[in-house]
């Protein structure tokens, strides 16, 4: 007797399916805040478009009742529909552009949190505040969150060739082109034998962007240093990958002051 087609399940090990047509959207659904079986289950009606809970948690490999609980949730977030044939309880997929529709609606509501929420990390305290970033993932996330500066501009030392080589050109492109959208104006001290000759990392006003340079022919491995709104982050260079990022009102103080000599004596 011929067999049917072979039935999709997802494999927790790797985060793919198997012996489907090689999509994988766990990954990026993850990204988005979903769980990796919300993400899962989603997947799996998306591509069925319609099905109970029974059915749709076979096709996932999930419990019934994991399956049932995660559909509300996507109900609930405008990404499915329940009905009923019969006396079975039916969901369905709306269209995925509902999605965005979600995404929008949490942008709003942080956005209303911001302030709050800011003003609970920002309380006075007498202790110094450390945080530290691992691996290239790590210090792509602080640069990330240095284009939330409230202040509009941060002060920066240290080798283009060296920060490149940790984030690499495409992001190092992209965070340019956000910063200059965003309107963040950026000062900058770098080292003239590691610098990189492109158009955007130019100064200019249409790249809100001030550039000096500064001598140092011997220097390897330097680690480049950003200071925004009393905090001192210190990026590693090639090899090292991290990120380390000091709320400190008096070394902020300390370092804007070197940086501000360092400023008079470098080179346009």
Do not use: C
């Amino acid at each position: 007797m011929p067999r049917g087609p072979a039935r999709r399940q997802w494999d927790l090990t790797v985060g793919k399916f198997r012996q489907n047509d090689g999509m994988d959207l766990v990954q990026q659904l993850g990204e988005l805040g979903f769980g990796a079986k919300k993400a899962l289950l989603y997947s799996v009606l998306l591509q069925a478009r319609a099905g109970s809970a029974a059915e749709l948690a076979e096709q996932a490999g999930l419990k019934r009742t994991t399956s049932y609980e995660l559909l509300e949730d996507l109900v609930a977030d405008g990404l499915a529909v329940v009905g009923f044939s019969g006396r079975k309880r039916v969901y369905t997929a709306t269209q995925p552009d509902n999605l965005q529709l979600r995404l929008e609606r949490q942008r709003v509501l942080l956005d209303e949190m911001l302030p709050e929420l800011n003003g609970l990390f920002n309380r006075t305290s007498h202790k110094p505040r450390v945080r530290y970033y691992e691996g290239l993932k790590g210090v792509r996330q602080f640069h990330d969150e240095l284009l939330q500066t409230p202040s509009k501009e941060y002060f920066y030392f240290g080798s283009m060739q060296g920060l490149e080589g940790v984030v690499g050109r495409r992001y190092l492109k992209s965070f340019v082109r956000r910063r200059v959208e965003r309107n963040i104006r950026a000062h900058a001290i770098r080292i003239r034998e590691q610098e990189i000759d492109e158009p955007w990392l130019m100064p200019g006003d249409e790249l809100h962007r001030e550039v000096r340079y500064i001598s140092l022919p011997r220097a390897a491995n330097v680690v480049n240093m950003t200071l925004y709104d009393g905090k001192i982050a210190i990026v590693a260079s090639t090899g090292e990958n991290y990120a380390l990022i000091i709320e400190s009102e008096g070394l902020f103080t300390l370092l804007k002051l070197i940086w501000d000599y360092l400023w008079s004596i470098a080179e346009k």
